[in-house]
């Protein structure tokens, strides 16, 4: 979520917008200088509240444990996270290019990742129209085609259904046959 809030989310806007690009990269600085107060602020006056509530000193517990215990778990989260941004953005690409679109290559990844931070918006179900809506907006003002770019990012979200429901099924046949193997599970 930072990763597409504060590198993709800037991009986005760079692309989008008719507006100096200085004015977006200075605004994006502005908001990460105030969420790096937020979480100074949050370390040095949590410690406070511990006595007054224990469900803080838990998560706090859990928080420091993942931000100073091991680094490498953070650094290959980022990694990860990066990865699967690009790999979301090919994939909303692929399907542009089946609607017959060609898409800008980077400015899409971005739109892609952008796009990700309305899926959380609790609005629907798994952000299923909410996402669709954004992108439409977003690719037109790059001067696609409305209904080439609709039909693209249904097919995307196909896409998506069809691999959950496979994915799903082939956990479900692995856990059944280990079930069965183990004969925990009759026939």
């Keep these: 979520m930072v990763i597409a809030a504060f590198i993709f989310t800037p991009f986005t806007l760079i692309s989008v917008l008719p507006v100096n690009p200085l004015f977006i990269i200075a605004l994006m600085g502005i908001s990460a200088l105030l969420l790096g107060c937020l979480i100074w602020a949050a370390v040095r006056f949590t410690p406070m509240l511990f006595d007054k509530f224990s469900v803080m ?11 100073k215990g091991d680094r490498k778990d953070l650094y290959a ?3 990860i996270g990066g990865f699967r941004g ?3 953005g090919l994939t909303l690409i692929f399907a542009l290019m089946a609607a017959n679109v060609s898409p800008p290559f980077f400015s899409t990844i971005c739109i ?17 129209g909410i996402y669709e809506g954004g992108g439409l907006v ?10 080439q770019v609709l039909a693209g990012l249904l097919y995307q979200r196909a896409y998506i259904i069809i691999w959950s429901l496979v ?3 082939i956990w479900g046949v692995v856990i059944a046959a280990k079930r069965f193997k183990k004969g925990t599970m009759p026939l």
């Design 57 to 67: 000193k838990r998560f706090w517990e859990s928080f420091t444990l993942y931000f």
């Design 77 to 79: 989260n980022i990694l």
């Design 86 to 88: 690009i790999i979301s």
């Design 112 to 128: 892609t990742n952008s796009l990700s931070i309305l899926t959380h918006i609790p609005v629907s179900l798994s952000g299923l």
């Design 138 to 147: 977003l690719l037109e003002a790059l001067g696609l085609n409305r209904e």
């Design 167 to 169: 994915t799903a099924a």
